[in-house]
């Protein structure tokens, strides 16, 4: 099937004829479709909250969150990918035979050989294609965003046949007990990737920032668990921010014709003004407002390099400031919420719903928030948008880059159409108790790479369509079935 069946049920492309002639790229390359999968299950903030005897809005208010999702032992990485790969293919009609890349996301890792993409190839087996190009990528929280960079450039590279690529960000979020297990989560987001995209990815003006760091990272391969300096981790989040929103600044205003697309073109210099939304790697929403919050300092002392009278004379103490001094000052920052509460409720908390809702979910938690985005509000309010987003992954890789969703309202509402149940599935969930979630946890911890194994979680607890595992064998075999 051409690229552009799911637009028009054309059997001819002019996108896919010119780019295979070398004449041009392929026209509005991105996210033609998206789809997401969360736990059936999920614990309160606020009845956990009271079990670990803490203060009351530690984590409701203190993290900003108020739901998190959690699997027991009868899901694994493997099981999520193959539920919300399928779903996808199912809701948007998509032949398993017109995918000719995959790719996933992911750092929860089950196998230090064998790749997460092999097991999604059972789904592709009654098609008998077995031509799929990529792989997977891990680094923490950022394989996602790696992995839609790699099915973007293989359609526009001279090995692109007109097929389809499919991008999975999928992670299961845990913590020892303690102090970072409130942050957890889990969910897997796939995304179609090809021309005449709903959602329009921009050439030329991505950057991004990586460096050697042990903010967060999982040595113990024994283990589910990561090792985690949060102080650190919150402040590399912040310094990465920095890095790329200055490097892709400065690219922007460089290719300003390519990323304005012709429209706007009286605006002088691209800055903050030119999104209407920020979509951010959302480990706690918390942390998302934080970052709202220094990007307002950025932008202004952007502004200000290109004409001090811009600058926000409430800012003057910090017209010079160093960045790299900056981290812990905890006068500037409360003085940045507030000057940004205005940029926050409008371009960045629309896109945290499911973030609230569900809790970090490590390489799909960008993504999540870019579908919550798109729910927020109705197609006709979506059209022409412009998108900043923000990604990040500790150890440490960040990148920044942006996107406008299509001006085609019949594109754009056939993504919209898909993402519809989404609600109503939050909707759906069971409410567990504490306790409960404790002792899953634990069992989880108990269980974690043994062999054999017979799962005991009810399968009756689980959404239609949810892949679970029926057991593993001795030599690590792992069958699954589905709810």
Not at 325 to 351: C, G, I, V
Not at 436 to 457: C, D, M, Q, V
Request: charged share 20%; hydrophobic share 35%.
């Amino acid at each position: 099937m051409p690229v552009n069946q799911i637009q028009n049920g054309s059997s001819s492309s002019s996108s896919t004829t010119s780019a295979r002639n070398g004449s041009k790229w392929p026209e509005n390359v991105g996210i033609i479709a998206m789809d997401i999968y969360f736990p059936s299950s999920y614990v309160d903030q606020t009845d956990l909250e009271e079990f670990n005897g803490v203060s009351k809005g530690k984590y409701t208010i203190g993290l900003g969150q108020l739901k998190m999702g959690f699997t027991d032992d009868r899901e694994d990485i493997s099981s999520i990918c193959l539920t919300v790969t399928e779903s996808l293919l199912k809701k948007y009609k998509i032949s398993p035979a017109d995918i000719g890349f995959l790719m996933i996301g992911t750092e929860t890792i089950i196998d230090k050989s064998k790749s997460i993409k092999t097991v999604l190839m059972d789904l592709f087996k009654d098609s008998g294609n077995t031509d799929i190009e990529g792989i997977h990528a891990t680094n923490a929280c950022y394989g996602g965003t790696a992995s839609l960079f790699h099915a973007i450039d293989w359609i526009e590279s001279s090995n692109w046949d007109g097929r389809y690529a499919l991008v999975v960000a999928a992670d299961i979020a845990v913590y020892a007990s303690g102090a970072a297990r409130p942050t957890g989560g889990c969910g897997a987001v796939a995304m179609l990737i090809g021309p005449n995209s709903a959602i329009i990815l921009d050439r030329k003006v991505r950057s991004t920032y990586m460096a050697n760091v042990y903010d967060f990272y999982k040595p113990d391969l024994s283990s589910e668990y990561p090792y985690v300096d949060g102080p650190l981790s919150n402040q590399c989040y912040l310094q990465a921010l920095d890095q790329c929103f200055n490097l892709y600044f400065d690219k922007a205003n460089r290719n300003r014709e390519e990323l304005l697309n012709h429209d706007h073109s009286e605006q002088s210099m691209i800055d903050l003004s030119h999104f209407d939304a920020v979509i951010f790697h959302a480990p706690y929403c918390k942390l998302v407002q934080k970052s709202v919050a220094r990007m307002h300092l950025l932008n202004n002392l952007r502004l200000q390099a290109n004409d001090p009278s811009r600058f926000d004379l409430k800012l003057e103490k910090y017209r010079n400031i160093k960045l790299e001094d900056s981290y812990n000052d905890r006068e500037m920052e409360k003085l940045l919420l507030t000057l940004s509460s205005e940029n926050f409720s409008k371009q960045t908390d629309p896109s945290l719903m499911l973030a609230r809702e569900i809790g970090n979910m490590y390489t799909a938690s960008l993504y999540a928030c870019l579908i919550s985005y798109l729910i927020s509000d109705s197609v006709e309010n979506q059209i022409d948008k412009h998108l900043l987003l923000f990604s990040y992954g500790s150890g440490l890789a960040a990148s920044m880059f942006s996107a406008r969703i299509t001006k085609d309202k019949t594109i754009l509402s056939r993504l919209s159409n898909g993402l519809a149940d989404i609600k109503s599935r939050l909707q759906q969930r069971r409410r567990v108790p504490p306790a409960k979630f404790e002792e899953t946890l634990n069992l989880r911890e108990k269980t974690h790479n043994i062999a054999p194994y017979a799962p005991t979680g009810d399968i009756s607890l689980l959404m239609a369509g949810t892949y679970y595992i029926t057991e593993i064998n001795q030599k690590y075999h792992r069958k699954y079935s589905k709810a």
